[in-house]
T-cell receptor, first 115, second 115 residues
């Protein structure tokens, strides 16, 4: 089954404790991206990657890191989480057909709480 | 600047009513794609439809239909004979050619279908 998976689905942590949210896709997609969803602010892009070893900042990259060492994986790293990073996080992937306008498929989401 | 506006924050209908969710977008690009996603109470983002800027044909899929009008920059979504299972937040989104692949989301419309 074609899918995007994220782990963990739920996480409660404390300020300053490094964490990684994993994302993996099995559709051989070149493009992967992270979004966060917050009440009143909607969905905003954090980082994206056009292919292996190619990453770039989205709209709200502060406090986050990513890496793309393999095509299928795109982990999101919070090196020193803060309470303002409490959010619902989504990973997404798509092919780069049609100049990067193909459908993005989303993972199930990771609900992160930073105390 | 690119922008997607969903003016209806919340809509409440009774089962079997028809309901239309409005979406208005802004872009200066000539090649772009429009999307609708559904976010049920469980939280995941489910892809519904993708429409390119050169195809203004309306589309129907079961009880769902979409009306794309380039002249008014609108991409409205109609659910016919609504059901309780249609209760969700619906997002309209825009993705332009060569814009880094970012999906620009509207703020979402929360649809509540009551029995």
């Amino acid at each position: 089954e074609a899918q995007v998976t994220q782990n963990p689905r739920y996480l409660i942590t404390v300020t300053g404790k490094k964490l990684t949210v994993t994302c993996s896709q099995n559709m051989n997609h070149e493009y992967m991206s992270w979004y966060r969803q917050d009440p009143g602010l909607g969905l905003r892009q954090i980082y994206y990657s056009m292919n292996v070893e190619v990453t770039d900042k989205g709209d709200v990259p502060e406090g986050y890191k990513v890496s793309r060492k393999e095509k299928r994986n795109f982990p999101l790293i919070l090196e020193s989480p803060s309470p303002n990073q409490t959010s619902l996080y989504f990973c997404a992937s798509s092919s780069l057909l049609a100049g990067g306008t193909d459908t993005q498929y989303f993972g199930p989401g990771t609900r992160l709480t930073v105390l | 600047a690119q922008k997607v506006t969903q003016a209806q924050t919340e809509i409440s209908v009774v089962e079997k009513e028809d309901v239309t969710l409005d979406c208005v977008y802004e872009t200066r690009d000539t090649t772009y794609y429009l999307f609708w996603y559904k976010q049920p109470p469980s939280g995941e983002l489910v892809f519904l439809i993708r429409r390119n800027s050169f195809d203004e044909q309306n589309e129907i899929s079961g009880r769902y239909s979409w009306n794309f009008q380039k002249s008014t920059s609108s991409f409205n979504f109609t659910i016919t004979a609504s059901q309780v299972v249609d209760s969700a937040v619906y997002f309209c989104a825009l993705r332009s050619y060569n814009q880094g692949g970012k999906l620009i989301f509207g703020q979402g419309t929360e649809l509540s279908v009551k029995p």
